[in-house]
């Protein structure tokens, strides 16, 4: 996650044909359907593909503009392509009336390059457009703008006002995006709050998931476990809903959902608690075979079932089998987490210490100088300690200890 880890929406297919995959991604698809289209997808760098656009600004429509918005999250080496970076950008931005009943979609756009600077440039466009916006523009809207952290409160009364007008009209996936988006502007208007968990919970009450995929259901838990942890009444509601979409065939948690449960089950509390872990330790067990199981993911499972006590080897495995693959890879704030949940939980496994040794000998000293220490602690903890770690992380701990008295170099 972040981390979630920032959420992704699912497709909505009124947005042209393939421009983006069942969820949102990094890394978005388009079908070249126009003639600027096509000569742009054949530069695979940003430079090239940078220049094309900004030298045939004057000839783009409106498609041409998403299809370059689209093929720039696949475009290698945009490092050495600031300047013009900046001109395409500025060239967006000019041209933003081409947008006028399409708002969402450039904001989406910009949400997946994660180009906040822009999108604060265009607040004035997004605040005329947001009263006529349709459900669905709106919570994909909102989501963009959470997951650019663009916190502008009177943009997000007008949504909030508009998004609880629009409550009844709003599909599932609609909820999970606007809760998701208050989660991460930090908005926590009681009003707002208790008109979107009555409007979840009039339509998951004695009806299974009705229409809630389950990575709406995911998003849900982790949204609220932030916004009202306390509310036990709601939370019984929601993972009895998850329950069964456990059971369902045709739901489908990824890496990613299954991380946000455990991030809010070590958080909140509610009926069947111990049951619900039961069958959520049972679709943990597949975990490490999802290619998208990263770092983040692995830090953020490893805090919550330290937080919850919780040592099953069905989850435990997971996280012993990703450093024993990724361990070396890891850094150093989720070195220090997952080293700690290992041997305060006494898993003593040869492969997974060996590579975090390997990666605490390189990226050690980016820890501050009490997490240093600790880290020396859990490889001693286990009897995993050697004179080669002792010796290294000796001499970081003296190099940070100077830092601290002397200051820098």
Known sequence: ????????????????????????????????????????????????????????????????????????????????AGKLLRQFHDCVVERHELFSDNVHLLLHRYAVLGSSATVWRLLPMVEAKIPSMKPGEVSVSAWALGKLHVGDKVLWGDIARLAMSQQPEMEARDLALISWSFMTVDRRVPDELIGLK?????????????????????????????????????????????????????????????????????????????????????????????????????????????RMRISDGRVMYQLVNFCQRRGRYLRAPEMLTLATVLSDMRFDDPMAWKQLNVRVQERAIDLELEEMEKLVQCFQKVGRSNSRIENLTGLFLQVKADNNRYGPS
């Open 1 to 80: 996650v972040c981390a979630m880890l920032a959420w992704r929406p699912r497709h909505v297919a009124s947005w042209g044909p393939r421009a983006c995959a069942v969820r949102f991604a990094k890394i978005l698809q388009w079908d070249c359907d126009t003639e600027h289209a096509r000569r742009m997808s054949l530069h695979e760098t940003a430079v090239p593909f940078l220049a094309y656009c900004v030298e045939h600004a004057d000839q783009l429509t409106k498609r041409d503009w998403l299809a370059a918005l689209t093929m720039l999250t696949t475009r290698r080496q945009q490092q050495h």
């Open 198 to 306: 009555t409007e979840v919970r009039s339509r998951l009450d004695g009806d299974g998931t009705r229409g809630f995929s389950a990575h709406d259901l995911c998003m849900l838990m982790r949204s609220f476990a932030v916004l009202t942890p306390r509310d036990t009444l709601f939370f019984t509601v929601l993972t009895r809903s998850l329950s069964a979409a456990f059971e369902d065939p045709a739901q489908h948690f990824t890496a990613q959902g299954l991380t946000s449960i455990w991030t809010a089950v070590a958080r909140v509390q509610f009926e069947d608690k111990d049951q619900f872990v039961e069958q959520l330790l049972e679709q943990t067990r597949r975990l490490r075979l999802d290619h998208t199981f990263n770092q983040t993911m692995a830090a953020e499972i490893a805090t919550a079932v330290k």
